[in-house]
């Protein structure tokens, strides 16, 4: 047995790269971004939407990755490792990936099916698809069977060489896609008016005419989710890095490839609506529009049309495997990285978990998918909704909140009251630290301490509010999302706050000692 000492993470910066591009490249993409974009006003969402972009998540991103590089551990030791009575959101970050997991798969295993099916023909599908409760949860398995083999493999030798044969295949797929669909000929030019045309009064107004936020909020809500943000997946990933990388640049990078994507996946149903069914460009929304809608479009395309869909379904199963298992990572690194367990067992525990829990969300959403709405519910939400609302709307933003708030507050010597104020000061403790952000230094500086935070939580507030208002229950949803933090603070102080949680370095050589014995 060699006993060269290796480094526990990804082997070179764009395996980096396109492994945290696998991650934030998923469903919000390809299903969730377009429809948000034609609901909330065409173009002047986009326009919203990068602003989010740039201003939240390209700052909130440096920090995560940032708050795991420097601690190379997992997300508990990394908000320790910033400040010792900080851990606890480490805790909680990892539980939101894990509760996402459970409908995400559930998700993941429609897009499997889809296609699958796609040489049969998957229009009209969805109602006994849905509803089929043993395909269902044998889609979901085997969706989750896949993530579980990649995260088996550990970070190098699964999640980065799965990202970087899986990215370019997807990135091919989907360019060549919108290319067929804008060839489509007539009503192309429908599509693309519905999907894109700037209309900044139904940005600002709901469908009563109404002045209204929600546009905003989606915006920003789409810009965490899409950005695998506030969740623990970036500072894992980010914790597996080492000097190669340039955090400045790897998230510039990440942002924009992220966005592109999303764009391009509008670019290509829209006017693929509009050429082959017009009728349905008003009623694209929702859970319909990519597994009712499209397929009936592929089914008009003839022929061809089976393969654009097996294609197109599977680059949307790429994406949400690599997505997914960025969600496994954060949970399985903390478990590996604790106990004894080796990282196959680690794996296997938080899959076996998180299946058990998709069952029921698979049931539940169902009957949502064929507009039934006496399906299996928690105070009168279909469990995807109410764990997707509570981690969206509610968690992820104080995630995201918590990560900026420790970069740009708790981190670093301060000597005076004046220092702890200022951005001079924490641009000198962050490049003292090793985060060399060159002449953005100072801006990230300003918005990590001051702007990012102040607006995430705004509109974190302002987002709970305006649900409560529309339905009271809404407050049950916000109440299980308190109660976990509470729930993670406490153990945290109790169990973990001192001893030791293990680290990236730990875990490598405990696999060589296993692999020697
Ligand atoms: N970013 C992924 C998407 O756009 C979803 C995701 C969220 C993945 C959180 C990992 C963590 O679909």
Known sequence: MENVKKKNGFASGIGFILAAAGSAVGLGNLWGFPFKTSANGGAAFVFVYIACVLFIGAITMIAEIYIGKRAAANTVASFRNVNKNYGWVGLVVMFIPFLITCYYSVLGGYTLKYAMNSFQGNGGILGTFSVNVGEVILYTALFLAISLLIVMGGVKGGIESASKVLMPILFLILVFIVIFCLCLGEGVSAGLNKYLNPDFYAFFHDANGNL??????????????????????????????????????????????????????????????????????????????????????????????????????????????????????????????????????????????????????????????????????????????????????????????????????????????????????????????????????????????????????????????????????????????????????????????????????????????????
């Open 212 to 517: 209204s936020f929600n546009g905003l909020l989606a915006a920003m809500g789409q810009a965490f989710f899409s950005l695998s943000l506030g969740m623990g997946a970036m500072v894992c990933y980010g914790s597996y890095t080492g000097k190669e990388i340039k955090v400045g640049k790897s998230v510039a990078m990440i942002c924009i490839f992220d966005t592109c994507v999303a764009l391009l996946a509008g670019l290509a149903m829209f006017p693929a609506i509009g050429a082959l069914l017009p009728e349905q460009l008003n009623s694209s929304g929702g859970v319909g529009l990519m597994f009712a809608v499209l397929p009936l479009v592929f089914d008009k395309m003839g022929a061809i049309g089976q393969i654009i869909s097996f294609l197109f379904f599977a680059m949307v199963a790429i994406a949400a495997i690599t997505s997914v298992i960025s969600l496994v990572e954060v949970v399985t690194q903390l478990i590996v990285q604790k106990t004894k367990l080796t990282r196959k067992k680690s794996a296997l525990i938080v899959i076996a978990l998180a299946f058990a829990i998709s069952v029921p969300v698979g049931m539940s959403l169902g009957k949502v998918a064929i507009l039934e709405t006496n399906g299996i519910n928690l105070f009168g939400f279909d469990l995807l909704t109410f764990l997707d609302e509570a981690t969206n709307a509610v968690l992820m933003p104080l995630g995201a909140f918590a990560a900026c708030f420790a970069i740009g507050w708790l981190f670093g010597k301060k000597n005076s009251v004046k220092d702890w104020f200022s951005p001079k000061t924490l641009l000198n403790n962050l490049k003292e630290d090793g985060l060399d952000l060159g002449k953005f230094g100072m801006i990230f500086a300003v918005m990590v301490k001051y702007v990012t935070p102040v607006l995430v939580l705004f509109l974190d507030i302002a987002g709970i509010i305006t649900n409560v208002t529309k339905n009271p229950n809404y407050w049950f949803i916000v109440g299980f999302a308190l109660l976990l933090v509470g729930a993670c603070t406490a153990f945290y102080f109790a169990f973990l706050r001192k001893g030791d949680l293990g680290n990236n370095e730990l875990e490598l050589l405990k696999e060589q000692q296993l692999e020697n014995k």
